[in-house]
C-alpha cells in the first residue's frame, strides 16, 4: 500500500530540495548590491506606506463575512444545479427554502446596514 | 446512482423535524421585524418569542407517542427527544421571562437577543433527535454558535467579552475533538449512522480492541463531556458562566447541558453498546472526579454566580451517575434531572438577576446580606431554588437524585452511590452559605434594589411550580421518562 506513495515521496523530495538549493545558490553565487528599497520588505511592489501591524476597521470584516455567507450560497447551487432534472420539484422547493432564508439573512444585513460603507 | 436518489427522496419526511421548522421560522421572523423596529423595543420581540416557543412546545407534545423518523434515518423524533425538546423548550421560555427586564437594565435593548435564544433552542432539539453523527454535530454547532454570541452578548463589559471568547476558543476546539472522534469511527465502521455503528462494531468483535475505535471514542466523549462540563474538561466553565448575561447562564447550564447529555447518551447507547463495560468504567472515574471538583471548588467561592456555576458541574457528575448506571432506571434518572435542574438552577438564576443591579456589582455572598429581609418573598423563593439544589425533600432535587443513585445502587456501584451522597452533603455547605447571609446578615442601608418585574416573576413561578411537582409526586414524571428511553 506504501507503494502508491512512492511518486510523493519522490516528489515531495525533489520540491524541498529544489526550494533550498535555488536559495542556497543565489545567495552563495549571486551579486550583493544592497540599497534602502531593495532591503524593505515586499509590499506589492509599492513603496512602503507604514508598519503591518496596524489595526483594521472592522467594516473589512464584516464585508469579508457577508462575502463568505453569499458565496456558500452559491457553491451549494452548483450540486444542485447538476441533479435538478432528478431531483424534481422537491429538489426545486427545497433550493427555493434555502434561498429564502438567505433572502432573510440578506434583507437583515441590509436594514441593519452592513452593506454601507461610511 | 438513480436509486439512490429516489431513495433519499422517498425517506424525507417533514413531520420528523417539523418542532424545529416552527422554532426556526419564528426565529428568522423575529429576525426581519427586529431590523424594522427601532432600537430598544425588545417588548415585542419577547412575546413573539413566547408565542413562538409555545406553538414548538404544542407540535413537540403532539408528537408524544407516535415517533417520526425522516432523511433516511437520521433524524429520529422518538419520545426520548420529546421528552428532551420539553426540557429545552421550558428552558428557553423560562430564560426569556426573567430577560427583557434585565438586558434594558444593563443597557443593552437588542432584539437580536431572542432570535438568538431561539436558535439555540432549535440547535439543541437537532441534537436531541439526532441519529447520525452530521445531525448531531449540525445541532452541536447551530447550538454552540449562537451560545457564543450570547455570552459575550454585552459587548461593552469586559467580562462578557471575555466569557464570550473563551466560549468560542475552547469550544470551537473541543468540536475540533469531537469532529475528529466522528471521522475516525467513520473510518471504522464506514457508516456515521448511529445505529448502523452499532450493528456493524456489534458483528465485527476484533474491532472493538483497535486502537482507532478506541480513539474515535474517546475523541467523540471529550467533545460531549466538554460540552457537558465534566472534569477534567470543565476550566472554561466558571468563567464563561460568570462573564456572560445572567440569564445566559441560566440557560447555558441547563438547555444545552441536556442536550449534550441527550446526543451523548444516544451515541453511547447506539453504537457503542457493545463496549459498556469499558465506557461505563471511565465514567464512573469522571462522575466521580466531576463531584468532588465541583463541589469541593464551590465552596470557596465569593461570587454567587461563579458559585452556582461550579455547582453545575458537579450537578453535571450526578447526571453521569445515571450514565454509568447504564440501565433502565438511571437513563430515566438521566431525564428527570435534567429537568429537574432546569427548574431549580434557572430559577435560581432568575431570582439572582434581581438580586443584582447595574453591571452586577452584587452578585457577591455580601452583596446579598439581608437580602432574605428587605425581600421576604423572593427570599424564601431563593431558598426553596437551594433546597432543591441540595437535594432535601420534597424538592426535584431530592426526587432526581434519589433516582439517580437508585439507579446506582441497582447496577451494583454501590460506592459510586456513596460517593453521590457524601458530596450532596458536601454541596449543604456553600448552599446554606448563601442563606446565612441572606437572612443572618444587615442588608447597607443605602441600597437600591432593583423593582421587581411581573415577567421575572411568573419565570420564578414556573420554576417553584416545577421543583414541588417533580418533588411531591415524581412518579408521573418519572413514568414518562422511562417511556422516553430506548
Known amino acids: 500500500m506504501l507503494d502508491n506513495y512512492l511518486p510523493i515521496f519522490t516528489l515531495i523530495l525533489i520540491a524541498v530540495c529544489f526550494a533550498i538549493g535555488s536559495t542556497v545558490f543565489s545567495g552563495l553565487i549571486g551579486q550583493k548590491k544592497p540599497s534602502e528599497v531593495k532591503l524593505a520588505p515586499y509590499e506589492c511592489g509599492m513603496p512602503l506606506v507604514g508598519t503591518a501591524r496596524e489595526r483594521f476597521s472592522v467594516k473589512f470584516y464584516i464585508i469579508a463575512m457577508l462575502f463568505i455567507v453569499f458565496d456558500i450560497e452559491v457553491v451549494f447551487m452548483y450540486p444542485w444545479a447538476v441533479m435538478f432534472k432528478r431531483l424534481g420539484m422537491f429538489g426545486f422547493v427545497e433550493m427555493g427554502v434555502f434561498i429564502l432564508i438567505l433572502l432573510v439573512g440578506y434583507i437583515y444585513v441590509w436594514k441593519k446596514g452592513a452593506l454601507e460603507w461610511e | ?486
Not at chain 2, 17 to 40: D, E, K, T, W, Y
Not at chain 2, 157 to 179: C, H, I, M, P, Q
Not at chain 2, 216 to 225: D, K, P, R, V, Y
Open chain 2, 1 to 486: 446512482m438513480e436509486n439512490l436518489v429516489q431513495t433519499a427522496l422517498n425517506n424525507v419526511n417533514m413531520w420528523a423535524i417539523m418542532p424545529s421548522i416552527i422554532l426556526v421560522c419564528f426565529a428568522m421572523g423575529l429576525l426581519l421585524i427586529n431590523a424594522f423596529l427601532p432600537r430598544g423595543a425588545t417588548k415585542p420581540a419577547m412575546w413573539i418569542s413566547l408565542i413562538g416557543l409555545a406553538v414548538t412546545a404544542f407540535s413537540v407534545i403532539s408528537g408524544w407517542g407516535s415517533p417520526q423518523y425522516g432523511f433516511s434515518d437520521a433524524v429520529a423524533l422518538d419520545n426520548f427527544a420529546t421528552f428532551f425538546n420539553v426540557t429545552f423548550l421550558i428552558a428557553a421560555a423560562m430564560t426569556i421571562l426573567m430577560s427583557d427586564d434585565y438586558i434594558r437594565r444593563e443597557g443593552y435593548p437588542i432584539g437580536e437577543y431572542y432570535p438568538l435564544i431561539l436558535f439555540t433552542t432549535a440547535g439543541a432539539m437537532w441534537m436531541a433527535s439526532g441519529t447520525d453523527m452530521m445531525t448531531i454535530f449540525l445541532g452541536l454547532e447551530v447550538m454552540s454558535i449562537s451560545l457564543y454570541v450570547l455570552a459575550g452578548f454585552f459587548r461593552g463589559d469586559v467580562r462578557s467579552n471575555e466569557a464570550g471568547l473563551k466560549y468560542f476558543l475552547l469550544g470551537a476546539f473541543s468540536t475540533g475533538f469531537l469532529l475528529y472522534g466522528i471521522a475516525l469511527i467513520y473510518g471504522v465502521t464506514g457508516s456515521t449512522r448511529l445505529s448502523e455503528i452499532g450493528v456493524f462494531l456489534n458483528a465485527h468483535p476484533s474491532l472493538l480492541s483497535n486502537p482507532m475505535t478506541l480513539a474515535g471514542i474517546m475523541l467523540l466523549s471529550i467533545g460531549f463531556l466538554f460540552k457537558i462540563a465534566a472534569a477534567p474538561f470543565h476550566m472554561w466553565t466558571p468563567d464563561v458562566y460568570e462573564g456572560a448575561p445572567t440569564p445566559i447562564t441560566a440557560f447555558m447550564s441547563a438547555g444545552p447541558k441536556a442536550a449534550a447529555f441527550a446526543a451523548f447518551l444516544r451515541i453511547m447507547e447506539y453504537c457503542f453498546f457493545s463496549l459498556k463495560p469499558e465506557w461505563t468504567a471511565v465514567l464512573w472515574a469522571l462522575a466521580v472526579l466531576t463531584m468532588i471538583i465541583g463541589n469541593v471548588i464551590a465552596i470557596s467561592q465569593t461570587n454567587v454566580k461563579r458559585m452556582l456555576a461550579y455547582s453545575s458541574i458537579a450537578h453535571a457528575g450526578y447526571a453521569l451517575v445515571g450514565m454509568v448506571a447504564a440501565n433502565e432506571i438511571g437513563y430515566s434518572a438521566i431525564l428527570f434531572y435534567m429537568l429537574a435542574y432546569t427548574f431549580m438552577n434557572i430559577g435560581a438564576f432568575a431570582i439572582l438577576v434581581l438580586a443584582g443591579k447595574k453591571g452586577e456589582e452584587n452578585l457577591t455572598l455580601e452583596g446579598l446580606s439581608g437580602f432574605g429581609y428587605k425581600r421576604p418573598l423572593l427570599g424564601v423563593a431563593f431558598t426553596i431554588c437551594l433546597f432543591s439544589l441540595m437535594g432535601i425533600p420534597p424538592t426535584a432535587g431530592f426526587a432526581g437524585k434519589f433516582y439517580i443513585f437508585a439507579g446506582a445502587v441497582k447496577a451494583g456501584y454501590i460506592w459510586l452511590a456513596i460517593i453521590g451522597v457524601l458530596n450532596s452533603a458536601v454541596s449543604l455547605y456553600y448552599y446554606l452559605r448563601v442563606m446565612v447571609y441572606m437572612y443572618f446578615r444587615e442588608a447597607e442601608e443605602d441600597y437600591s434594589w432593583v423593582k421587581v418585574p411581573v415577567s421575572v416573576v411568573v419565570s420564578i413561578v414556573i420554576a417553584l411550580v416545577g421543583i414541588f411537582y417533580l418533588g411531591i409526586i415524581p412518579g408521573a414524571v418519572m413514568d414518562l421518562a422511562r417511556l422516553a428511553i430506548f
